[in-house]
């Protein structure tokens, strides 16, 4: 029997596809370059924010420090992240240039009002989720319980969770045999990420993201593709709900 390729293979790691690119060989470090890059983009990381750590990005991006080492050092010569001896690694611009998200550039999903989105979100992410459960294998559930350990763990730092966060979402939708519908799956969970990460620092708001992800993970080893969507509604109406609050100017704290 062949030995079990390990996750962080940086070989195989680099050929997946990164951010709606085609899948293709190249240099594990440019690869998590681009990742880093779309979260600026996409605003999930800002100007100012500090970077998690390389060993918490290395468990979040399941590469090995190095990778992030690396990838992070393409963009600090880039000046687009700054590095200090002795300090975290921050961002110092958010030009980072024409970044795709799933099929279409970061932020044009924003163009479209709430309503659309989520109702957009919530007949593709059926198909999308429900396909998921029916192909999933072992190696991205590992992944999956993973990405929920590393949630747990960042319980109170919304940054490296919406980080994570992401990361949990696109391996779920590139877990589905449809690669239009999953790229367009992470364009719509792009949307607004400025209220998302607004919401997610909310009290109680990261326990009850980690809480849904912890039921939708069920669901989908269980391969029950109508309990993965409804557990997946769920989670994307929470979302609705906070993000139309928060447009509507609402700054009461979560429940």
């Known amino acids: 029997m062949a030995p079990q390729r390990h996750l962080r293979d940086p070989e195989h790691l680099a050929q997946l596809p990164i951010l709606g690119e085609a899948i293709v060989k190249r ?8 990742k880093i890059a779309g979260l600026i983009a996409s605003g999930i990381l800002q100007v100012g924010d500090a970077l998690p750590s390389e060993r918490e990005l290395s468990v979040t991006l399941n590469v090995s420090r190095d990778a992030v080492r690396g990838g992070i050092r393409i963009l600090a010569a880039q000046g687009i992240l700054e590095i200090s001896q002795g300090a975290r690694t921050r961002v110092a611009r958010a030009d980072v240039g024409s970044v795709t998200v799933g099929f279409a550039t970061a932020r044009a999903i924003d163009a479209y ?14 198909q999308v989720v429900s396909d998921a459960a029916g192909r999933i294998d072992a190696r991205r559930i590992a992944v999956l319980e993973s990405l929920l350990a590393a949630q747990k763990a960042a319980l109170d730092d919304p940054v490296r969770f919406l980080i994570s966060d992401r990361e949990f979402h696109v391996a779920i939708y590139q877990a589905s045999s449809n690669r239009l519908l999953a790229d367009f799956s992470t364009d719509l969970y792009a949307y607004m990420m400025e209220y998302r990460r607004e919401a997610v620092a909310r009290p109680g708001a990261i ?49």
Do not use: C, W
């Not at 809480?211 to 769920?234: Q, T, Y």
């Open 27 to 34: 240099p594990i470090t440019n690869a998590i370059a681009d």
């Open 207 to 255: 326990a009850t993201s980690y809480a849904d992800h912890v039921a939708i993970v069920d669901a989908l080893k269980a391969h029950d593709g109508e309990a993965s969507a409804a557990a997946f509604a769920v989670h994307t109406g929470r979302i609705y709900a906070t993000t139309h609050l928060l447009m509507q100017g609402d700054t009461a704290p979560a429940d």
């Open 113 to 126: 009002d709430l309503d659309a989105v989520h109702a957009a979100r919530l007949l593709v992410e059926r």
